[in-house]
Structures are given as structure tokens and as C-alpha cells.
């Protein structure tokens, strides 16, 4: 599967964005789909994700309460709606997608990767 992410940007303390992520083929709804981030300097880190059947999620807790994902299987997208951004926010942010079971939280668990797409928090 081949992700495409999109929707980064720069916005202000306090405010939101939405990241999406297409993925290309027909298999999309049997891949548990995450997203990490990467800061300056530090490692990747994982964010959250969602089952197959997108019944099932699960968020780090820096995030918990402010970012939701949510997957569209007939449309093959995968979303992160972010709120209440902060400046720690601030990273690169990959879509990713495990061919496997769900409740996996290290990167090098997740077989395919988007190319990143940057977010910057304005304190």
C-alpha cells in the first residue's frame, strides 16, 4: 500500500488542523492504520491509531483528549483531527499502516509509511 499524507501547516497555541492520509489499493481496510511524529532532534514517536473495522482506538497520552483519528475504509483516508495544538506538537507527522494485529505502538511494527507532512504550533 502507498500513503500520501497532507494537511500540515503552521497554526497558532490553541488552534486545530486536520491531517489526511490516502492510501492507494484495494487491501486498505485489512491494514490497521497509526500516526506518528517526529521532532527535531528526538525519535519518532507514536500518536495514535485505529482497528480495521474502526470500532477501536487508541492515542498516546500527550494527546489523549485532543486529537482523534478516524478512517474512512470506502474512501481509503485516514484522518487526525488535532485540537488545543500546542507548541510541543510541533513535528513531522506519518501515516502509517501494519499489516497485522492492532495495539502496536513502535514504529518499526508498522510495514508501510507515508512521506511525512509538517506541523508547526506558534506559541
Known amino acids: 500500500v502507498q500513503l500520501q499524507a497532507s494537511g500540515g501547516g503552521l497554526v497558532q497555541a490553541g488552534g486545530s488542523l486536520r491531517l489526511a492520509c490516502a492510501a492507494s489499493?484495494?487491501?486498505?481496510?485489512?491494514?490497521?492504520m497509526a500516526w506518528f511524529r517526529q521532532a527535531p532532534g528526538k525519535e519518532r514517536e507514536f500518536v495514535a491509531a485505529v482497528n480495521r473495522n474502526a470500532d477501536s482506538t487508541s492515542y498516546a497520552g500527550s494527546v489523549k483528549g485532543r486529537f482523534t483519528i478516524s478512517r474512512d475504509n470506502a474512501k481509503s483516508t485516514v484522518d487526525l483531527q488535532m485540537n488545543g495544538l500546542k507548541p510541543e506538537d510541533t513535528a513531522v507527522y506519518y501515516c502509517?499502516?501494519?499489516?497485522?494485529?492492532?495495539?502496536?505502538?513502535?514504529?518499526?511494527?508498522?510495514?508501510?509509511w507515508g512521506q511525512g507532512t509538517q506541523v508547526t504550533v506558534s506559541s
Open positions: 489499493g484495494r487491501t486498505f481496510g485489512t491494514y490497521v
Open positions: 502509517a499502516a501494519r499489516n497485522g494485529g492492532y495495539g502496536y505502538t513502535r514504529d518499526h511494527e508498522y510495514n508501510y
